[in-house]
């Protein structure tokens, strides 16, 4: 999430209208994202979702999960506090996803930390089609078998190139990945954009991943093109970080500058400051 500011002036960089337009596409239809996720941070993905200008659900029950998911323009499945029930809801919410082409986004929050943890995600993505997987380097690194380490639930990095980790896990699984690092990947497996929006600050409060899979799938929600939209969306998520520490004078100023950032963030602001280097 922390982005550079140093990039080489021959970079390619999206044009800041696309970006834009999805932001002013998500406040104006409002999408309701369903979430299935981390007990830790569910109240922040369910404000942040507010603040980005769509509406959130935080149900898991397994006897509702599958008609909730029906009325969703998309589906978050967060392992981040993972037991056997939740998997099982997972799974009933995402297949009634699919049936409905409604999109949806994976988390794999602590892959590579436990055997349970990995092989759940194994499992959903052999189950499931998911639109888009958003991860740190560390659980990245691991699904695609490149070399990657998770302390608990904190990315270790990847062992080996950061883009082509991440191309490697899309193609490998099938479905654009959304890597999130000191600059943002995000692929298909072919194309990749960089996003150098954020700032450290971002890296050192808990829950901000889990956030950035929210913002994701709202924008993922109003968008045909999920690998534009989730490069969209860490670039607005980043911005609004940019925007929070000119005033934050410590990390719960700083996660609450986030949320009031994001709310504020206009169409024109992100427009001008979005940075997506197209490659």
């Known amino acids: 999430m922390p982005g550079s500011t140093n990039h080489g002036s021959s970079a390619r960089f999206m044009d800041g209208t696309i970006p834009a337009a999805l932001l002013a596409a998500v406040r104006e239809q409002r999408p309701l994202i369903h979430h299935i996720t981390n007990s830790v941070t569910v109240n922040d993905c369910a404000n942040i979702t507010i603040c980005t200008g769509a509406a959130p659900v935080m149900a898991e029950a397994p006897e509702e999960v599958a008609d909730m998911v029906t009325a969703a323009g998309a589906l978050v499945l967060n392992i981040g506090t993972l037991s056997a029930a939740q998997v099982e809801a997972m799974l009933a919410a995402g297949r009634r996803a699919n049936d409905l082409g409604i999109p949806v986004i994976l988390d794999p929050v602590g892959a590579g930390a436990t055997a349970f943890r990995t092989g759940t995600v194994q499992r ?60 943002d990947v995000v692929t298909d497996g072919e194309r990749v954009f960089l996003i150098r929006n954020g700032v450290p600050a971002m890296d050192r409060l808990s829950g901000t991943g889990c956030m950035a899979a929210s913002v994701t799938a709202a924008f993922v929600a109003v968008a045909d093109d999920y690998a534009v939209a989730a490069a969209a969306a860490l670039a607005a998520f980043g911005r609004a970080g940019e925007r929070a520490a000119v005033s934050a004078r410590g990390p719960y100023s700083f996660r609450t500058a986030l949320f009031d950032e994001l709310a504020g963030l206009s169409p024109e602001d992100l427009a001008c400051h979005a940075r997506i280097e197209e490659r």
């Open 124 to 183: 959903l993505l052999n189950a499931l089609e998911i639109a888009v997987l958003k991860g740190n380097a560390g659980e990245i690194g691991v699904l695609a078998g490149t070399g990657g380490s998770v302390r608990g639930v904190d990315s270790g990095g990847v062992a080996g190139d950061p883009i082509e980790t991440a191309r490697e896990c899309a193609r490998l699984t099938g479905t654009i990945v959304s890597m999130t690092g000191e600059v």
